[in-house]
């Protein structure tokens, strides 16, 4: 391997740097535009994220039109989460359907009749609910709702008096779902909160209350939070997890291959020693282009079809490319399958472990190790300084041939022409 070798396939990996730079920063524009370009789109068709105010109670006092702030006697919230995803171009939005019903119970108990001013939000003002049923006292609301505005009632009681009022309803949201307890006064009594999930990879908001108590329920989850009287300012929310994009993840598969290409090329340098197999700069370039492929596929595929049959289609061409072309292209002195093995490890297992959220550090550290441990047990007895010296020696310049010594007959011809 003499220097002007090594030069070339330096530069050859450079371009080949260059072109996956460049690819993947095409991939992750076009998922970021398509993001921000047609999100607002999605939200305003499907719903944004919704928080759900506590009912809000104020007690009318003669001469004060605020009113007395009083809190529910009991707040019993279920509440169903189901996931249903929607894609737009790349990405893959988190929607979900949401069934809520509420129980609040308001009791009087001042020592006079009291009249009470319900006032119910609605989560979003924008969006769409159906099923939707407002109970109060055991009578059902009949008149027209705004819902920028929500439903505003007044409730009169006598003294020790209780009455209900239900709300329900079904409509859709986007990333996460929020609760808002204490709404006025910061504190809620005898909360009982139930929501059932359709997924486990559970998560909650930052600054939001964890459940009290959670347990797997058929494919979802029930989380539940109970409290007798709580003062809090934070929300009970959770996020909806988000579905694979093929877009972000196809960026970052592109932009890791410079590592898959450089453990191939040593692969590549390994045999060419081992087996004395003459391989081209040439060759090499051919073989980045053969992994660009793998790339330019997945990057224009995973938008029209599942990513993993993308994964799979550009996989299977990448591989058929490269191991095809080096048996041919050295007659078939080049060990195929072991070049075979060597990028369905490097190039399919390292990008593949890109949709195994959380251990694609692991797996690239595992295989490097591995790969380390076996280049030193089969060069272990390769006696370097002799490959290199005899590749010196065949490209070192011929040394020019020393002055010829006159024989005797051209010293006596010389003497007689004198």
């Known amino acids: 391997m003499n220097t002007q070798r090594i030069i070339a396939i330096t530069l050859i990996f450079l371009v080949a740097c260059a072109a996956w730079m460049n690819l993947g920063n095409v991939t992750a524009k076009r998922s970021i535009d398509s993001s921000g370009r047609l999100g607002p789109h999605v939200e305003a068709l499907w719903g944004a994220p919704l928080v759900q105010e506590g009912v809000s109670l104020t007690a009318e006092i003669p001469g004060n039109p605020k009113g007395r702030c009083v809190l529910p006697a009991k707040n019993i919230i279920t509440v169903t989460l189901e996931t249903d995803y929607r894609k737009k171009g790349l990405i893959w939005y988190p929607t979900y359907l949401c069934s809520f019903q509420g129980a609040y119970t308001i009791t009087n108990l001042e020592s006079v009749a009291q009249k009470f001013r319900i006032h119910f939000k609605f989560p979003c003002p924008g969006a769409t609910y159906d099923e939707f049923s407002a109970v109060l006292d055991g009578k059902q609301l009949q008149e027209t709702i705004d819902t920028s505005e929500g439903i505003a009632e007044i409730l009169e009681l006598s003294p020790g008096a209780s009455a209900d009022f239900q709300v329900a309803y079904k409509t859709r949201g986007i990333r996460e779902w929020r609760y808002k307890p204490g709404t006025d006064a910061g504190r809620v009594q005898n909360l009982n909160l139930v929501v059932n999930t359709s997924f486990r990879a559970v998560d909650y908001p930052d600054g939001c209350l964890s459940p009290m108590s959670s347990q797997a329920a058929g494919d979802g989850m029930t989380l539940h939070w109970k409290a007798a009287d709580l003062i809090t300012k934070q929300d009970i929310g959770v996020i909806i997890p988000e579905r694979l994009n093929p877009g972000p993840l196809t960026a970052r598969i592109t932009f890791f291959a410079p590592v898959c290409l450089i453990f191939f090329f040593v692969l590549v340098l390994t045999i060419n020693i ?145």
């Open 274 to 418: 081992l087996y004395k197999v003459n391989i081209h700069p040439m060759h090499y370039l051919f073989v980045a282009a053969g992994f660009f492929a793998f790339h330019l596929l997945l990057a224009y595929m995973a938008g029209l079809v599942h990513i993993h049959l993308a994964f799979i289609i550009s996989a299977i061409v990448s591989v058929t490319l490269v191991t095809t072309y080096l048996s041919a292209a050295l007659r078939g002195q080049f060990p195929w399958k072991i070049a075979a093995a060597g990028q369905i490890f490097f190039l399919v297992l390292f990008s593949y472990s890109f949709f195994l959220k959380g251990i694609t550090g692991l797996t690239v550290a595992i295989g490097s190790v591995v790969t380390l441990a076996i280049l030193m047990k089969v060069t272990a007895h390769v006696d370097w300084e002799s490959v290199f010296a005899n590749n010196t020696q065949r490209h070192k310049p011929i040394a020019p041939l020393p002055n010829p010594t006159p024989t005797h007959d051209a010293k006596l011809t010389n003497i007689s022409a004198s």
